[in-house]
């Protein structure tokens, strides 16, 4: 078929505006940027490795403890933790944790009941403040009899590090300490001005 003139500035026109649609299309994707989700779910599968206990509601509708390993999934940038596991469908419920590219925010979501609708609960573009939410909404449902804090191995690995830590501080106060009391010993024998008449291994 021949390329008439109507034709030629058909396709004229299709380009043009084809090249418009893939550079909008090129500047949402750059302004859509990665919403960070890493903290939030290396913190999720930390804790699941712990014998940390949660109250939930059982499969027989009444409450029971449950540890975190089987109530909590994290896979593909969603965390999910299941507060409810009852047969009827109409009380099974979760908590879920996603990034949202959209509106680059992290949701905390609840979906409850057959075929949930997701309840917003909190969201924030700050991973820290997304935890925060989520430790204070855990610790209104652990076991306290079940879950001992000094039998979790990152607890105990915690107090390792923070005694450590402590440790070097202490000592480092003490180097501090003894480096000044050299200083004012040596300031009062030989004087601050006359560091010529001090002897060269205690020069500064």
């Given at each position: 078929?021949?390329?008439?003139?109507?034709?030629?500035?058909?396709?004229?026109?299709?380009?043009?505006?084809?090249?418009?649609l893939?550079?909008?299309?090129?500047?949402?994707?750059?302004?859509?940027?990665?919403v960070?989700?890493?903290?939030?779910?290396?913190?999720?599968?930390?804790?699941?490795?712990?014998?940390?206990f949660?109250y939930?509601?059982?499969?027989?509708?009444?409450r029971?403890?449950?540890?975190?390993?089987?109530?909590?999934f994290?896979?593909?940038k969603v965390?999910?933790?299941?507060?409810?596991?009852?047969?009827?469908?109409?009380?099974?419920?979760?908590l879920?944790?996603?990034?949202?590219?959209?509106q680059?925010l992290?949701?905390?979501?609840?979906?409850?009941?057959?075929?949930?609708?997701?309840?917003?609960?909190?969201?924030?573009?700050?991973?820290?403040?997304v935890?925060?939410f989520?430790?204070?909404?855990?610790?209104?449902?652990?076991?306290?009899?079940?879950?001992?804090?000094?039998?979790?191995?990152?607890?105990?690995?915690?107090?390792?590090i923070e005694?450590?830590?402590?440790?070097?501080?202490i000592?480092?106060?003490?180097?501090?300490?003894?480096?000044?009391e050299?200083?004012?010993?040596?300031?009062?024998?030989?004087?601050?001005?006359?560091?010529?008449?001090?002897?060269?291994?205690l020069?500064?």
């Amino acid at each position: 078929m021949e390329i008439s003139p109507a034709l030629r500035y058909f396709f004229k026109k299709l380009e043009r505006k084809s090249e418009e649609l893939r550079q909008v299309h090129l500047l949402e994707k750059d302004l859509k940027k990665t919403v960070p989700f890493d903290e939030v779910e290396r913190f999720a599968r930390s804790i699941m490795t712990q014998n940390i206990f949660i109250y939930t509601v059982g499969v027989n509708g009444k409450r029971e403890s449950t540890i975190l390993t089987k109530a909590m999934f994290s896979i593909n940038k969603v965390v999910r933790i299941y507060y409810s596991t009852s047969f009827d469908e109409s009380q099974q419920g979760f908590l879920r944790l996603r990034p949202d590219v959209d509106q680059q925010l992290i949701l905390v979501e609840r979906l409850h009941g057959f075929r949930p609708k997701p309840e917003l609960l909190y969201a924030s573009k700050d991973e820290c403040h997304v935890i925060r939410f989520f430790v204070n909404w855990l610790l209104r449902r652990i076991d306290w009899d079940k879950t001992k804090i000094d039998n979790l191995d990152l607890y105990k690995r915690f107090v390792d590090i923070e005694r450590k830590e402590l440790e070097e501080a202490i000592a480092a106060e003490e180097a501090e300490r003894e480096h000044h009391e050299l200083q004012r010993t040596l300031d009062k024998h030989f004087g601050s001005n006359n560091k010529h008449k001090m002897p060269s291994r205690l020069r500064q």
